[in-house]
């Protein structure tokens, strides 16, 4: 690993801030299309956004290797939090496999190899002062390197495979809901009757979708997983029953001509987390049992 000079020093920070500043942009992104509407999670989210901001502004004003080494840290952690919600849940949420979670999980790594090679790399005045030892200065920074690089190769494989099992887990759970538990029942949220899963989970209609289509694909399914059947109505349910098919041609069931989705801010019966929020490109609302 050669000595850095000064230019590439200022190079790494600028880089270094960059990508905390993108990290902290996209968790701003989905805070305000939804997180902050998750109870701790949201909070969490808006730490990190501040958190980030403020050491990317650091480390743009100053040549500190302890803000550079913070920025690292901080940025693996970030990544920690990430994985364990993406694989065991955390504070009653499980994240879902999306594209903005893999580009942000791969930010993160870049954000912690970048700023960790920052921090480890000795200052122009330092490599002066030690220019009589320079092979053991060498070496020094190889062992760094290699560290960083290690510790950057662990991280991208522990995001590698905590979204394959996502994705497997997701897809368990899918098939899961399809083969039992499909009876529609109601519940009370804020004295107004809706309709819910079998699970008591608050069922939602999206304000953009037709009695024919859902436009909800790709990563809105993920936050807004699509109900499927086949459905039976429960005690007290009225209402219309049906199915379309989705771009990816499964089905899906609607309720008086409104495809239905549950909401993963929802982690239990009795809440209604995204009722009336604005997100995905138009307006969600909890489904009424009586009228459509």
């Not at 009695?211 to 499927?228: L, M």
């Not at 309720?255 to 307006?283: I, R, W």
Request: with cysteine.
């Amino acid at each position: 690993m050669n000595t850095a000079s000064p230019p590439l020093g200022l190079l790494l920070r600028l880089a270094g801030t960059g990508l905390l500043w993108a990290a902290a942009a996209m968790h701003l992104d989905l805070y305000l299309t939804g997180y902050r509407t998750i109870p701790t999670i949201g909070p969490l989210f808006l730490f990190q956004i501040v958190v980030a901001f403020a050491l990317g502004g650091l480390l743009l004003v100053t040549p500190s290797r302890l803000a550079a080494a913070a920025g690292a840290g901080f940025a693996l952690s970030t990544l920690g939090g990430y994985l364990l919600t993406v694989q065991f849940g955390l504070f009653g949420f499980r994240e879902v496999r999306t594209t903005a979670g893999i580009v942000a999980g791969v930010i993160d790594v870049a954000a912690f190899a970048v700023l960790a090679v920052y921090a480890a790399v000795p200052s122009f005045a330092e490599q002066r002062g030690k220019a009589s030892s320079g092979l053991s200065l060498g070496l020094s920074q190889r062992q760094a390197g290699l560290g960083v690089a290690g510790v950057s190769l662990v991280a991208l494989a522990l995001l590698g495979g905590a979204l394959a099992a996502s994705g497997s887990a997701a897809s368990g759970s899918q098939g899961g809901q399809a083969a039992g538990g499909t009876g529609l029942q109601t519940g009370k949220i804020g004295g107004v009757t809706v309709l819910t899963n079998a699970r008591g989970l608050t069922l939602y209609w999206f304000a953009p979708d037709t009695p024919t289509k859902s436009v909800c694909n790709g990563d809105c399914a993920g936050y807004w997983p699509p109900v499927r059947g086949p459905l039976t109505a429960g005690p007290g349910v009225t209402g219309r029953l049906g199915t379309i098919t989705r771009a990816d041609g499964s089905t899906q069931e609607t309720y008086n001509g409104h495809p239905l989705y549950t909401y993963v801010g929802d982690s239990a019966p009795g809440q209604a987390q995204g009722n009336n929020l604005n997100l995905n490109g138009g307006f969600w609302h909890e489904v009424p049992v009586s009228g459509g």
